[in-house]
């Protein structure tokens, strides 16, 4: 396949997901194995996804070791970690079927293992209340979920006078939260950026350079104002779960 042709953001999710027939899934891994970019894409996608599959007690760990070179060797060590330990993490706020109930959440305590617990006992664990909230998804729903999760938690810390430090990063379909004349929210990312200091939105370089690559389009200059650039969703994510942040999937 020639770098030229394209593989949107769902169809590379279908074929990770293992949704798409013998042909489909052939041409997508044809395009992969010619295009560095791509395959980090790929990578990503699949090394994130097997975080939340490990909750769940069936980690595919050869799949996430076909992608392990592409990152650094703390992150390759970190992902052995997540997939080989037996303690990961999901959970739910608990109040019925309210949307917060979908939502999962991980974090690594000070004895190197991950904790069974709600959202909600995640967030409120010692020490300073550190999250990242994770979106790689366009889909309005998803979106708003993403946002009122971060202002119920940012709004309960200011409350009680927690220090709280809090990061939405976005990558996919995300990253039409953050892009001038895309974002659905653009009012309300500027509302809560004025009124949580504490808040930090980041768009994942990796991504925009894919989107560079396939469609000549630098993402970087459609950002809305006071939007930071991560060079790495995944990394981000890791180095936070290294930190203690608590980490929430949306």
């Given amino acids: 396949m020639k770098h030229e042709d394209t593989i949107s953001e769902e169809q590379l999710n279908a ?4 949704e798409l027939d013998s042909e489909d899934r052939a041409r997508i891994l044809e395009a992969i194995q010619g295009d560095a970019v791509l395959k980090a894409s790929a990578c990503e996608m699949r090394t994130i996804q097997e ?3 490990h ?3 069936s980690p595919d760990i050869q799949e996430t070791r076909r992608c392990a070179p592409t990152m650094s060797g703390w992150g ?3 992902a052995a970690s997540l997939l080989l330990t037996s303690g990961a993490l999901l959970g739910w706020f608990g109040h019925g079927q309210t949307a917060e109930s979908r939502l999962q959440a991980m974090y690594w305590n000070e004895q190197n293992s991950f904790q069974n617990a709600s959202i909600g006992q995640a967030a409120e664990k010692p020490g300073s209340k550190k999250v990242l909230v994770h979106l790689n998804t366009s889909d309005l729903n998803k979106v708003k979920e993403a946002l009122d999760t971060a202002e119920e938690l940012l709004r309960t810390y200011a409350q009680t006078n927690q ?3 809090m990061e939405i990063v976005a990558n996919a379909g995300g990253l ?3 892009r001038v004349g895309h974002s659905p929210y653009a009012e309300r990312v500027r509302d809560l950026q004025n009124q949580y200091l504490n808040l930090h939105f980041l768009a994942c370089q990796t991504a925009m350079d894919r989107i560079k690559h396939e469609q000549g389009i630098d993402i970087s200059n459609e950002l809305l104002p006071g939007v930071g650039i991560t060079p790495s969703a995944l990394d981000q994510i890791l180095d936070r779960l290294r930190e203690g942040w608590v980490y929430i999937k949306v």
């Fill in 176 to 178: 039409d939260l953050l």
């Fill in 51 to 53: 975080l939340v599959r």
């Fill in 15 to 18: 074929f990770i997901d293992g």
């Fill in 55 to 57: 909750a769940y007690g």
């Fill in 76 to 78: 390759k060590g970190l």
């Fill in 163 to 165: 220090p709280a430090e």
